[in-house]
């Protein structure tokens, strides 16, 4: 199962990205989407930005991992 993550592009310099998931900064390549740049939102997948998204949708994927996140922490109590 593969699994792709919406990142925010926080810096570029040529085709890679820093972004950033969860607090956390990732390097990023931004090859298949050259026209990515910073403030975008994008799938990252294997150090690839595979897909740009729409802000309100990366909100809404981010929301629904920190939901299963929550659910995971709760069965360890």
């Not at 390549?29 to 997948?45: K, T």
């Not at 595979?50 to 709760?74: H, M, S, V, Y």
Request: charged share 20%; net charge negative.
């Amino acid at each position: 199962m593969c699994l792709g993550v919406p990142a925010k592009i926080i810096s570029r310099v040529g085709d890679m990205a820093k972004v950033t998931v969860g607090g956390v900064e990732y390097s990023a390549s931004l090859q298949l989407l050259p026209e990515s740049g910073v403030g975008d939102f994008v799938i990252i997948h294997a150090g690839f930005a595979i897909e740009k998204i729409d802000p309100i949708e990366a909100a809404e994927t981010i929301k629904l991992f920190q939901e299963i996140e929550n659910g995971f922490e709760n069965l360890n109590e």
